[in-house]
């Protein structure tokens, strides 16, 4: 596979940089949708070589496409990464000064929960010690919506938690900035929030539920990798793809 820019990575990009964030299958679907356009060779186990390009010649602008994975479905996700900056401040084009504060806030909520977390009531409840220009309740529940719709938290039953995309990107700033509180997959090594964790108190391991459910698939008697304990936990279903992703 050629090593030079092309079209095929050109258009591959402007999609990225639209989206933000792309599932492993919608990048697969792109890949061989770019060169089918501009008649360039597709190899379908070839797409990070492809991607590899493309950051190649991104790197002396500080940016970069980078994989990782969803905590909720285990799925592989492509999202475009600012390297420059490693903090939020790179949210600052898009928000003012109290909504970046609220961000903050729910963050500090998130990662300091036992499950990764944060209600709406108790992000609405941190807006009173906001030290910038304090937000309404009507303007909190709209920013927060914002925030879901930009790909930075999730949303669900009134639970927000930290997207894929924000982890991707803010990885190296959430280990920085927490580094008390932030533990990591025992099996796949990656920052972990909404996962399972070993009740002996001695060790206490952190597992995405997508690893718990590769990890004992087929184990009648599970113990945890660490400690060798039962795991208590429900084991949870391994997700399949989707056939087709939504992009």
Known sequence: MSRQMGDSHRRFLQTMMANGIIDEQGAKALYQHCCEVHSTQCAADRLDDFIE????KL?????QIRKGMSEVTGYQHYALVNMAETDITRMSSDYADNELELFRKTMDLIVGSENGTASS?????STDSMTTKKLKKSETEHLLSRFVQDNWLSEKRGEYTLSTRCIIEMEQYIRKMYPDQVKVCYICHNVAFQCQICEKPTCGIKIHNP????YFKGRPDPHCPACEEFWPHEIPEIRRPRSQSRR
């Open 211 to 214: 690893c718990v459910a590769r």
């Open 121 to 125: 009531t108790d992000i609405l409840n």
């Open 59 to 63: 790197q002396p602008m500080f940016m």
């Open 53 to 56: 390009v493309i950051n190649s």
